[in-house]
């Protein structure tokens, strides 16, 4: 896909939402804001987004996952600051947070999916691969860091 059809697919898609979206969102899966260590981070009031399908087209076109790991050099929280940053100023999607866990070492991205009918939910993204994982209620579906027990992560969007 080229950059013009993405946007386009973006700007088709694209749904405005509010910092309390986001937290009725959290709220509602197994990121409840009460099972977290830590505040989460909301810089912004409003937020826009896609629907996940369009959010799968991003990521297959973003080349962050195409960066050569290099330990603490360009490591994990490196590709996650990089997806972070590239969203807004590349696509002005800014419903997306950058998340540390350090009970398993790692950093990664989450990102709110919304559709125009106003369906939400959360998806973790791991940037050195592009996997997008939905989250669910009780768990992470399928995501291969799932947190045992309390959830330590920091959350910023």
């Known amino acids: 896909m080229k950059i013009r059809e993405l946007r386009k697919?973006?700007?088709k898609n694209e749904v405005q939402i509010s910092s309390n979206d986001i937290m009725r969102c959290l709220?509602?899966?197994?990121?409840?804001?009460?099972?977290i260590r830590q505040p989460i981070g909301m810089r912004d009031s409003q937020y826009w987004t896609v629907d996940e399908d369009t959010w799968r087209a991003i990521l297959k076109y973003s080349r962050i996952d195409k960066r050569k790991y290099v330990p603490e050099r360009m490591d994990c929280d490196k590709f996650a600051r990089m997806l972070w940053a590239e969203m807004p100023w590349r696509f002005g999607l800014n419903a997306i947070a950058m998340a540390g866990d350090p009970?398993?070492?790692?950093a990664y991205n989450i990102?709110?999916?919304a559709d125009k009918k106003g369906k939400m939910c959360?998806?973790?993204v791991e940037p050195q691969t592009d996997d997008l994982v939905k989250v669910g209620r009780t768990r992470l579906e399928n995501f291969p860091l799932e947190p045992r027990g309390r959830y330590k992560a920091s959350i910023n969007f």
């Open 122 to 124: 959360l998806a973790m």
């Open 27 to 35: 709220q509602n899966s197994y990121i409840n804001p009460n099972n």
């Open 9 to 11: 697919l973006i700007k």
């Open 111 to 113: 990102v709110v999916c």
């Open 103 to 106: 009970s398993i070492s790692h």
